[in-house]
């Protein structure tokens, strides 16, 4: 018969450590609630016997990767409605490991138990299983152990990984029409240049026809998508492998980062996102009990955006020496200037004129094209890289919080706020994108249709 060493409560309150022999957990249990206590924790004595050491290890399956993030809050809402049921947290965690499917939560499940069952409290054990638990998570699990509110903590915690994550599904679904349309789009105009218009230009040649300025273009157009098809794919695949590339060093994602919040229409909603995240994330932090400056880092390290990342580390060493958290923020959120971010910009409007360079008689007006377009990126940065990425209606919360103690409570509203309007700005988004993709696919074909006719209505003309 197994034995199993516990932690219990008696009526004064009093901690009591023992073991006891049982047949199962549940007997156990059973059998400590007639003695008059209120279990806290138990588990199998280690070396108390060869089936209970087989039962602990388990078969593990092979992983690879992190955690999705719909699948951890789930795990965090089951377990923190079984520790408001009053189940032992290791009974809690069994259950669950039960439940889940092969994979990485599983077997970081698995490994939790036994660190458990080893003497780990919850926040030690889960913090060994980095690439499912995150600091953000162990912290929290840790601010609620000492606090004595583990089940308030996770029921907490669930709600911001639930809000957290229906944000991040709103914004990737607006993402998906847009991209749908626009990849159907290329592959069926790619279809027309390659295979329709090549039979038109050879028709247009056995007749002898002086082709207009537009029909010359658009077969121009043709002989090259025919001839360099495979730079239709080859193309974004190089720029996102090099943007890649760029990020992995630090001034290199610095400037990257800087560019993309000031990029019209999707960078407001970027800025927005990462504001909203943020927020929520300290202020759940801080209404959990974690120490400000840890709670600071751990925001810090989810922003996901380097320009934020040096705002709130700038906030954390301004706390060291002192200061309050609204001042450092206001005085840093002010991007200034940075050459790859200016890089950018003058490639963004100056890179879709390079097509130009590889029609017939072209190359010249190509060139100054793209030195315009260069030009007038960089003349668009310079008049925008000053702009705070940290409203005053942000700052002037926190210092509000601040003053009247009440800092979590005005960042969960900073949050709803951010997150109401990037829920309205992905809803006008999609309005916008609708009438701008039907537009640009009306342009396409209608250039396309009317430089093939008007050869062919000047033939006929000439053969009635």
Request: proline share 4%; net charge neutral; charged share 20%.
């Amino acid at each position: 018969m197994p034995t199993y060493q516990f932690e219990a409560m008696d009526a004064t309150g009093q901690e009591i450590k023992d073991v006891i022999e049982a047949a199962s957990e549940d007997e156990a249990q059973t059998t400590i609630r007639q003695m008059g206590y209120f279990v806290t924790k138990i588990s199998v004595k280690k070396g108390a016997g060869a089936a209970a050491e087989a039962a602990a290890k388990r078969k593990r399956s092979f992983a690879f990767g992190k955690v999705r993030s719909k699948h951890l809050c789930a795990f965090t809402r089951q377990l923190s409605i079984l520790q408001d049921a009053g189940l032992p947290i290791l009974r809690s965690l069994r259950i669950l490991e039960g439940q889940a499917r092969a994979g990485r939560l599983k077997n970081s499940l698995m490994d939790v138990c036994e660190e458990i069952e080893g003497g780990a409290t919850l926040s030690e054990a889960m913090s060994k299983s980095p690439k499912t638990f995150n600091r953000l998570y162990v912290n929290m699990i840790k601010a609620g152990e000492a606090g004595g509110a583990l089940e308030v903590i996770l029921q907490r915690l669930a709600d911001f990984m639930e809000r957290a994550e229906s944000l991040k599904r709103k914004v990737r679904g607006a993402m998906i029409y847009p991209i749908v349309v626009v990849l159907v789009a290329v592959g069926i105009l790619t279809f027309i240049m390659i295979k329709i218009v090549p039979t038109f230009e050879t028709m247009f040649a056995e007749f002898g026809l002086k082709l207009p300025a537009a029909t010359e273009l658009l077969m121009a157009m043709s002989r090259n998508i025919a001839n360099y098809w495979y730079l239709i794919p080859a193309i974004p695949m190089g720029l996102w492998l090099f943007i890649k590339l760029v990020r992995k060093f630090r001034h290199g994602r610095m400037g990257w980062d800087m560019f993309v919040l000031k990029i019209p229409v999707f960078g407001p909603l970027i800025e927005k996102n990462i504001l909203a995240r943020t927020t929520r994330t300290l202020g759940t932090l801080v209404a959990s009990g974690v120490p400000i400056l840890e709670g600071l880092n751990i925001t810090r390290e989810t922003a996901g955006n380097a320009l934020f990342e040096r705002i709130y580390g700038k906030v954390t060493d301004a706390i060291r020496e002192g200061e309050t958290i609204a001042k450092p923020m206001k005085e840093y959120s002010t991007p200034g200037f940075h050459p790859v971010a200016m890089f950018f910009w003058a490639a963004l409007l100056g890179g879709p004129m390079v097509p130009i360079c590889f029609l017939p008689n072209m190359q010249q007006f190509g060139l100054m094209a793209i030195g315009a377009g260069s030009v007038l990126g960089s003349l668009w940065y310079f008049m925008r890289m000053n702009n705070r990425v940290v409203d005053d209606l942000v700052v002037n919360m926190v210092d509000v919080g601040e003053e009247t103690g009440e800092l979590d409570t005005m960042l969960y509203k900073v949050a709803d706020t951010y997150d109401e309007e990037v829920k309205t700005m992905t809803d006008g988004l999609m309005s916008l994108l609708e009438p701008m993709l039907i537009c640009f696919l009306g342009f396409a074909v209608g250039f396309i249709v009317i430089s093939l006719f008007m050869p062919l209505v000047d033939l006929i003309s000439k053969l009635s």
